[in-house]
Each structure stands twice: as C-alpha cells, then as structure tokens.
C-alpha cells in the first residue's frame, strides 16, 4: 500500500536448521520478484557460519559490518588509550555474522558497523535512552552492529534506483539488478569472501555505475552477473560456473580475471596469558571502570594477508576482550562481545609486518576473569587458486563476456570460499575514508562458494574439521557446520555421527535434512532427567534413517551456548554409513507354515548392536512386512458445527 521500493529488516531469526523456507525469507522473495529491494543485516554473533535469516535467503542484500574505529578514539573507548592515538578502520568488525548459509552461500558485502553515531533526542518524553556515557542526556546516541550496516546499504540501494531513473528516463532498475550494481562496485578490503562477500559498500561507484548501464556514462567499473557464484564439487573434482562482465565505461577496457584464495599459512602463534583481575596491570575504560589488562606480543611476517587472531577462557561468567595493536602502536581490531561467552575473535586485512601487541582486558574484582587464557594468532597469504578463461578481457564500452571459473574443491570437505577478481587496467587505488589502510578501487570481486560433498563410495565415509567460538550472543545456534553427500536408490540405513574429540563436554545437536529439504532426524547430546534437567553430555551425537529417499541429504550440526574455553578451536569427527544395522532375532514366527497355539505365548529375542559413536534409544515395533487398509476413523464433538443452528453451550 505504501509503495516501497526499498525495505531494510535491521532483524532476523537463526533457526536450525535454516533451508529458508520461513514466511520472512518466503515473503522477501516475492517482495524481490515485485521489484523491491530488500536489505537484511546478516547478524552480529561473528564469524562462525552465523547468518541469520532473512539474510540467508538468496535474492536479499546481505550485509554484514565494517569497522569505525574512530569513535572509539573520540570516546577513548576499549582500551584505545593503550595505542598510540591512531586508528585503522575499515576492517571486518568482531562481531559481524558471517561464513556460510545451510543452502551454501555467504554475505554479499559489508557496510559501516562499529560503531557510529546516531542522532537522538534528550528530551525523555520523546525517547527514553538517549544518555551519554556519564549518563546526562545526549542528542547523539552510539549506534553500531549489522543493524547499522543494514540501514546504511538500503539508502545506497535508493541512491542507486534515483540514479538509474535519472539516466534512464524515469525508468526503474529491477531489484536484482540494484544489487548486482552494489555489489559489483564495492571496494576490496582483501579479506576472505565469506567474511567480506564482495567488500565494502561504496555509494558513490554504485551511483555511477547505475547511470552508466545503458547510457554508457563515467563509470569506469564493471557489471558482474551473478554477484555471487555458489558451486558444488566432488572430492577430487573441479567446481565450474561462468560470470559475464559487462563494461560500463565509455572507453574500451581491459579487464584481467583472476581467482584468489586467502588459506595459505605463513606464521601461527599459540600461547598461554595468564591474566589477573586483581594484580594485573589497570587502565580505565571510557565508563570510568577500571580494566585488568596483559600483553601478548607475536610476529607478523611480510606477505601476510590476512591476520587472524583469537582468545578461549574458562568462562562465561567473565568477559575477557582482545584488542590488537600494530607494531607502531595503532589501534587495528576490537573483539567487542555480544553477551556473555568464553571466545572472541577478529580479522584484520592487510596488516603491516613486524611485531604486533594483543591486549588482553578483563574486569577487576570478582566480576572480572583469572586465570590462564588460550591466544592463537595466524597469518596467512592471499595466492591464486583455480583457471579463468579467458584471464584477459578487451570489451568495448557496454559489450558483455563470459568468464569460466574453475576452482578445485575444499580439503577437507564441506565449504570453502574464493573470490573471482576482476580489475579493469588502470584502475588506481584510493584512500579509506575512515582513516588508516587503502582499498583496490574500481576492482569488482565475485564470491565463489564451494561446497565439496562427502563421498560414500563403498557406502562410508569419514571426515574431519574443527570450530572456533561465538562471542556471546545468547541464542544462536553456532558455530555451526554443514555436510551435503548423496544416497544412492536402494540404500538400507543411513548412519551418521559426529563426535566432538578435543572437548568431551560440549553441548551440540544434529541434524539430518532429506533431499525435499525437511529435517526427519534431530538429536542432542545432552542428557536430561524426568523434569528436563540435563544431567551429562555425551562425547557425540548420532542420526539414524532406515530406507532413506535418494538424492542429496545434509548433515546439520551446531553448538547452542558457549564452547568449552580451552582451545582456541575444537576438532571433531564425522562418520557417515550406509550398512544395515545390525539387528538379530530369534524365536520369531517366520514361516506360514508356522502353527501358533491358541493361549500360549510365543517368546522371541531381539538383539542390537550399536556401531555408533554415542549410546542410542532402540525400541521393538512389532509390525508384519505387508500392508493393508485401514479405515480413517473420526470420533466427533458431539456438537455437530454443520448445521445453521448450534445447540446452546452449557
């Protein structure tokens, strides 16, 4: 009735399993094929496969969070006071949700998130929550999470479609051709694709690229259609899709095509802080509270490419927070909880060589944390990974190509992320406008997603992996995992297990989904009494399917509430297997030729043997191997509502 053209949804829900078919990700799909563009922030629980719906779904602008650090220097925030006085901004904020969907997909970019300002009322009677950090009334207010880059991004999206109005005769863009616009013109911070999806959002190359379809304008980026390549590999085998590029500009471009990959390893740090909320050293936060702080230095070595840093303690009960410090002192990433937890963890994209600073803070007193804390620090390098064909592109002004990608598939198995990169020649290099660090410009970068499947050949398979932390949030169901293989007609059972070998204690569930997309197995391990109280916890959990549909299932699994704080990662195991299970009787009746006595009861012994990495609940149905019709019985109110005139209710 209002006749949007855009909508933002600053929320979302993280079911489990997500095969986003929820009426909010069914709605916004016929919302996108009405030609409204929907943005959705992805969430703010971290890195951990955390996208919520409706960011999940395929046709929404997903939108993860940037960092501002220069608030935190305005306020003197976070153990800002501990740098130097400079910032880097423009990195992936701590607490920006993101990694990969249950379907297979990723963010599609990021946008300013933490933290920023917002403009507010002080008078009470209008707004209750407008105070300053002293607790006076304030007409600004911090403002930050993916519910700020949300916001942000849907007023680029009305920029972007005013734009392409006023170039193209007051015709509108298609909702999917907005976000291909705004994703195509995002600035490339360097940082893995499932972390930063396509990069960071830049209004301004969005609006000109708009003017530019068509009408050949002053854009010199290009199109690329799809914004985001989601593929399927088999072990040992290549994962292929195409990209068209469109050139916008009014001259002829050369375009260079090429694959990067972000997983190389360079340099890893362990280490043990042990930290003292009593005699640590202090500092006071911009609360007037004071902080217990301990320094951890590591090394960065030249090439790196990225910079991945993380904490586990023995929570949850007190918070310990990361900060990290670059070699002149510059104040580069925050972990910024979200709750009450026991792991944090953040990204930095092209760090300076040399010798870093993690500080580590807690409160003091009772309400802060003692004791030893886990530090990893890991640098790795940005190479090439895959074929592009062709790799050089000469297009005249609007001539559109295709470019074959053919990436190889995840070791191990499940998802991995590349990004297709695409730079026009000549393209230069412009300053972040929040201070610190540069961005590519005019590059366009394509996440590709690789979902490598589980091979059952000979009907069994084995698979192994690991999973960081949360930051706290309460509720979402992450870190979170999921496996994709195929069942062949005619399998007897499908068997499958997960178990957790550095943690024992660790509470998670499982699911597996059909190829219909509906889970038919759920199980925890977690066991509870009569009253519901969970009394211990397994070291797995397992899934069982007797005759299960062909086609292509997914093994679903995922940690509700803080991991165990003792390591920085958590390996586990996974066991997928299609042999009948191992069931014995006898005594059974087992031929017609079979005289049962009339009165007299007929014993039979039923045996099971339990193959599986957890115990299990088995139970006999005594049910014959034919089948027969059974009427459908309906036992009625005895007040009969088909009829014009009820009988009084007593």
Request: aromatic share 6%.
């Amino acid at each position: 009735h209002d006749h949007a053209h855009v909508i933002n949804e600053s929320c979302g829900s993280n079911q489990c399993p997500d095969t986003t078919d929820d009426p909010t990700a069914v709605f916004n799909e016929q919302l996108v094929k009405a030609g409204i563009v929907v943005v959705a922030s992805s969430g703010d629980a971290a890195f951990e496969n955390t996208i919520g719906s409706p960011a999940s779904a395929p046709d929404v602008i997903s939108v993860g969070a940037s960092t501002q650090v220069r608030l935190y220097g305005q306020t003197d925030s976070n153990g800002f006071q501990l740098g130097n006085g400079e910032y880097r901004s423009d990195a992936v904020s701590a607490l920006s949700s993101s990694g990969f969907t249950q379907p297979g997909r990723t963010i599609d970019l990021l946008a300013p998130g933490d933290l920023g300002w917002a403009l507010c009322s002080p008078d009470p009677d209008v707004y209750l929550d407008c105070t300053d950090n002293s607790g006076n009334p304030s007409s600004l207010q911090e403002f930050g999470g993916t519910s700020e880059s949300a916001p942000l991004t849907a007023g680029a999206a009305a920029l972007v479609i005013q734009a392409y109005r006023d170039s193209h005769h007051g015709s509108s863009p298609s909702a999917l051709l907005v976000k291909q616009i705004i994703t195509s013109t995002a600035d490339d911070l360097g940082l893995p694709a499932d972390v930063q999806g396509a990069g960071l959002l830049d209004a301004l190359r969005a609006v000109k690229a708009a003017q530019a379809i068509g009408t050949h304008g002053s854009s010199d980026d290009v199109l690329a259609s799809p914004g985001q390549l989601d593929l399927t590999a088999s072990p040992g085998q290549n994962a292929s899709g195409t990209v068209k590029v469109t050139n916008l500009s009014t001259k002829t471009q050369t375009v260079q095509a090429s694959i990067r990959s972000t997983g190389r390893v360079l340099n890893r740090t362990n280490a043990t802080v042990a930290i003292d909320a009593n005699t640590s050293p202090t500092f006071v936060d911009q609360l007037g509270r004071p902080r217990a702080y301990e320094e951890k230095s590591f090394t960065v070595p030249r090439g790196t490419g990225n910079l991945h840093a993380s904490i586990a303690w023995a929570g949850p009960a007190a918070i310990v927070r990361l900060v990290l410090l670059d070699p002149s002192g510059v104040y580069t990433a925050y972990s910024l909880p979200q709750g009450s937890g026991n792991f944090a963890e953040v990204i930095v994209p092209t760090p300076v060589s040399g010798t870093w600073t993690a500080v580590l803070f807690t409160a003091t007193g009772t309400a802060g944390f003692t004791g030893n804390v886990a530090f990893s620090a890991t640098s790795t390098a940005n190479g090439s990974a895959g074929n592009v064909s062709p790799s050089r592109l000469t297009l005249r002004p609007g001539q559109t190509a295709s470019v074959r990608v053919s990436v190889p598939p995840s070791s191990p198995v499940g998802d991995a992320a590349e990004a297709l990169v695409l730079t026009p020649a000549g393209s230069n290099n412009r300053t972040n406008p929040f201070g610190g660090g540069s961005a590519s410009g005019n590059t366009t970068q394509v996440p590709i997603v690789v979902r490598t499947l589980v091979s059952l050949r000979g009907g069994n398979a084995t698979f192994n992996g690991s999973f960081g932390g949360g930051n706290g949030r309460a509720g979402i169901p992450a870190p979170g995992e999921t496996y994709a293989f195929d069942v062949p007609r005619g399998a007897p059972n499908l068997f499958v297990g997960v178990t957790v070998t550095g943690n024992p204690n660790q509470a998670m569930y499982a699911f597996l989904v059909d190829p219909n997309g509906e889970p038919v197995s759920e199980q925890t391990n977690q066991r509870a009494d009569a009253s519901g109280n969970v009394t211990s916890l397994q070291p797995g959990v397992q899934l069982d399917r007797v005759n299960p549909q062909a086609g292509r299932w997914q093994l679903v699994f995922a940690v509700l509430g803080p991991v165990a704080g003792t390591s920085t990662t958590t390996p586990f195991r996974g066991v997928i297997s299609l042999s009948p299970a191992t069931v014995k009787a006898t005594g059974l009746p087992a031929s017609s030729r079979t005289r049962l006595a009339a009165g007299k009861p007929v014993t039979a012994a039923v045996s099971f043997v339990n193959n599986g990495v957890t115990d299990a609940s088995v139970f006999v149905d005594g049910r014959l191997a034919t089948r027969t019709d059974t009427d459908l019985v309906v036992t009625n109110n005895p007040y009969t509502f088909d009829t014009d005139i009820l009988p009084p209710f007593p």
